[in-house]
Structures are given as C-alpha cells and as structure tokens.
C-alpha cells in the first residue's frame, strides 16, 4: 500500500498480489503492528475473511 494512503474499516480494497489477487471486498479490521489487513471476500459464492499484507491492496476509488 503506497505510504500516505490510510484505510479504514469499510473500505472496499482490491488485493493485488499474492493468491487472492484480483479479489475486491471490505476491509474488516487493520493491525498496523503486523502491516496486516483482513478483508471479506467471496470465494465460491461464500463471504470468506482473510488477511493479507497491506502492500498488497489497493483502495478501491468510491463511484
């Protein structure tokens, strides 16, 4: 995640690297400590969470 660029619980993120990458959904919690951020995504018609480095999403622009 480019430094400068804060997120939020709510935030829609698209993951962009790793092997959930190009998966988008909200952002569920941040842990600065560990450069974390859990996420819901759907995976097979399923809300599923995960976590995954915060460099590797990106915010998705609000419509």
Known sequence: ??????????DTVLVIDGPFAQLTGPVRALDQE???VQLIVQIFGDDTGIDVPLDAVERVPDV
């Open 1 to 10: 995640m480019p430094s400068g660029l804060e997120l939020q619980p709510g």
């Open 34 to 36: 560990r450069h974390r």
